[in-house]
């Protein structure tokens, strides 16, 4: 079984262009299982279970909803595999940027909405920079010369992605999309590994800690001038 | 300056219409220098058909279309790396949303292109030539009007983006000079389609498809009579144009210019 997380900002596009992606699958034969994990709430388990597809959904409520996908992704796994699935795809919404989902075996895509702007590229880290796939959505609004700005600016920040320009509208660059879906290896959970590792986060807010006042504030802190201290014992 | 070979003929085949059927056309070449115009109601599959050839699809798209360039099927890499892609695309819908100056932007683009930074000037000047209000380098590319953003628009990818293939999906509504800018795209041998339902840019192509639930129905080859219609819209096209001006400004229209009371007599 081979296995597709697909991560990108809420609403830049992930469900509507899986959508056409599944679709094209599905004539082609395949069997598909998808995951959508979000952080507090989803529609998109209606739209996918119209696909007459097995549908599954993880609300990682108030944990990182990428550390979330990881610890469960042995269950994830082993669910798809019940269902007889070739093919597991995984959604999830990144939200911070410093963390990606993306695991050694699976086919990383990330999905980026080309209406954000040019900086954007460079705020959105390890989700963009360490995917095989980026997918750029909503390209049919904005000009010409932006979209080759943005793509100029996708692959400084990751030049090895593969880019694909598509319309979660139209189903354009959908097939595209699915024809690299076969290029990755069958998923082996006893060796999957993370790519990015995820960042520091042992400081008493992580705790549950709500006071502002510098005084409370215990473990790795980073100043807002760049400078890191550790408080604590 | 020249980043790319011009194409000499990009041609279309082998798709199906809505209803499964193998569209009457089945195939269509286009030549370079060549405009050509794609008309059909709403729905009709104007926009797929612009959609495969953005794609060069390869039989891999709804309407299974295969396209070819210079009589060869198109490689991998000129189907997916961006900087071989050989199409531009502009449409009514494009906005600008960068948060930039006009320079600045163009600069920028020009860059990403590895295009001389001198060719900026030009294209705020070639734009200047299509819309009536002026567009200065400083201006934020967010407050430009519609007919500048679309002026501006077309100069760029005649200058910058200056792919063989341009892709034009409706820009009809636009504020700009329509019949110069469709001149200024298909400028340098490129290859120009136009999906339009406004004579004034279908008269100018040299043949038109005409779409139908889905598929290409039939090609029509403009006549000489559509041509010399053609050259009067243009006319009617910069007058309504210079009203726009003047409206704007606040000043009152109350003559007639010759061209209408020409057209008048000829019709009577
Ligand atoms: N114009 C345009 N709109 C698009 C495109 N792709 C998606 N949209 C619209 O963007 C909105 C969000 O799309 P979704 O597919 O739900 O986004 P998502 O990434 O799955 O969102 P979450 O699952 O909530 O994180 C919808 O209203 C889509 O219709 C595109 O290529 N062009
Ligand atoms: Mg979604």
Redesign the interface.
């Known amino acids: 079984m081979k296995l597709v997380i697909v991560a990108g900002t809420p609403g830049s596009g992930k469900t509507s262009i899986l959508v056409h992606a599944v679709r094209l699958l599905k004539e082609r034969g395949a069997s598909v299982s998808i995951v959508k994990i979000d952080c507090l709430a989803t529609d998109d388990d209606e739209r996918y279970s119209r696909l007459a597809i097995p549908t599954l959904v993880g609300l990682a409520k108030d944990v990182c909803p990428d550390h979330f996908t990881v610890y469960n992704m042995e269950e994830i796994i082993q669910w798809a595999r019940d269902n007889g699935a070739e093919l597991l795809v995984v959604e999830t919404a990144g939200l911070c940027h410093r963390c990606a989902p993306y695991t050694t075996g699976c086919l990383g895509v990330c999905v980026i909405d080309a209406?954000c702007?040019?900086n954007t590229p460079l705020k959105v880290g390890p989700l963009l920079s360490t995917a095989n796939i980026i997918v750029i959505t909503k390209g049919?609004?904005?000009?010409?010369?932006?979209r080759?700005?943005f793509?100029?600016r996708l692959?400084e920040m990751n030049p090895q992605a593969?880019?694909?320009?598509a319309?979660g509208l139209?189903?354009?660059?959908a097939?595209?999309l699915v024809?690299r879906f076969h290029d990755s290896p069958d998923v082996q959970v006893d060796s999957e590994r993370l790519r990015h590792t995820a960042p520091l986060s042992i400081c008493t807010l992580c705790a549950g800690e709500t006071r502002v006042a510098r005084e409370h504030h215990r473990g790795i802190l980073r100043r807002i001038d760049g400078f890191q201290t550790y408080a604590g014992e | 300056m020249r980043s790319w070979a011009m194409i000499e003929t990009l041609s279309i085949s082998g798709g199906y219409d809505k209803n499964g059927q193998f569209e009457s056309v089945g195939d269509v070449q286009i030549r370079r220098g060549e405009i050509v115009g794609v008309v059909g109601p709403t729905g009709s599959g104007k926009?797929?058909l612009i959609?495969d050839i953005?794609?060069l699809a390869q039989g891999?798209?709804?309407t299974r279309r295969t396209v070819f360039v210079n009589g060869r099927t198109p490689s991998r890499e000129e189907?997916?790396n961006?900087k071989k892609k050989i199409v531009?695309?502009?449409?009514q819908?494009?906005?600008?949303?960068?948060?930039m100056t006009v320079g600045n932007?163009?600069r920028?683009?020009a860059k990403?292109?590895h295009v001389d930074k001198e060719s900026t000037c030009e294209v705020i000047e070639l734009a200047n030539g299509l819309t009536g209000e002026p567009i200065c380098e400083d201006d934020e590319l967010t407050i430009l009007s519609g007919g500048q953003?679309r002026a501006l628009?077309v100069a760029?990818?005649a200058i910058?983006?200056d792919s063989p293939i341009v892709l034009v999906d409706e820009i009809e509504n636009a504020g700009i000079k329509k019949h110069d800018a469709l001149k200024l795209l298909a400028g340098f041998g490129k290859i120009v389609l136009v999906v339009t339902h406004d004579p004034v840019l279908a008269l100018m192509a040299e043949r038109r498809i005409i779409m139908r639930f889905g598929g290409m129905v039939k090609i029509v080859q403009t006549t000489k009579g559509e041509k010399l219609v053609s050259q009067n819209l243009k006319r009617i096209d910069e007058w309504m144009l210079t009203l726009r001006e003047q409206v704007r400004q606040g000043e009152l229209i109350e003559e007639v210019p010759d061209l209408v009371s020409a057209l008048a007599e000829k019709t009577a």
Not at chain 1, 140 to 146: G, Y
Not at chain 2, 88 to 91: N, R, V
Not at chain 2, 93 to 99: D, G, I, P, Q, V
């Open positions: 209406t702007g040019p049919d609004v904005i000009s010409q010369a932006e080759e700005i793509r100029e692959l593969e880019l694909v320009n319309n139209s189903g354009q660059g097939a595209e024809a | 926009s797929s959609a953005e794609q891999d798209t709804p189907r997916t961006p531009a695309q502009l449409s819908n494009m906005n600008f949303l960068a948060n932007f163009l920028l683009h990403c292109r953003s628009m760029d990818v910058i983006s």
